[in-house]
């Protein structure tokens, strides 16, 4: 599969038009807002799309994990607690070594951009947080698979039905 990318300077100008599309037309939130877990499941398929849509291409994204995990009790890390965070993973395939970077760039210029800030950034992982609403988003090299990345959202941890728990 050949990989195309623009040259540098549209890459930027197109990211920084995206992005502002993204932060003038994104869905605020806030972490005082509940949330129901369909509504969170939804908030990581759009956080991802409009990412997506900020990245070089041809790409293909491929499902890895999608649906929701139980968040468990603080202090104990094998009792569920009745809440439940939202997930959106995609791998990315044939994606050159050499253009990891590129595809890197363009995701955490996009998020930073649309309120994300940086929590985790390190040789082949990049991690981010929305401030105003507690969703992560993050990019981490295929491991195993060199022409691979995951691109991941997650949301806070939110009741099913929407209803404020506490998070004993």
Known sequence: MTVAFPRARAVRSALSAGAVLLA???CSGSSDAALTSAQA???TDQYFSETF???PKPISPVVDRDGEEKC???GAPSEPDGRVKAVTYRFLR???ADHHDTIFDAFRGHLVVAGFRVTDSR???IVLTNPDN???ASISDGDN???TLKVGFESPCVSPDGAKTATG
């Open 53 to 55: 849509l900020a990245f």
């Open 41 to 43: 499941k939804q908030k």
């Open 94 to 96: 044939d994606i050159p």
């Open 134 to 136: 507690g969703f992560k």
């Open 72 to 74: 468990f009790k603080k």
């Open 24 to 26: 003038a037309t994104s």
């Open 145 to 147: 698979w060199p022409a």
């Open 123 to 125: 040789p082949g992982v």
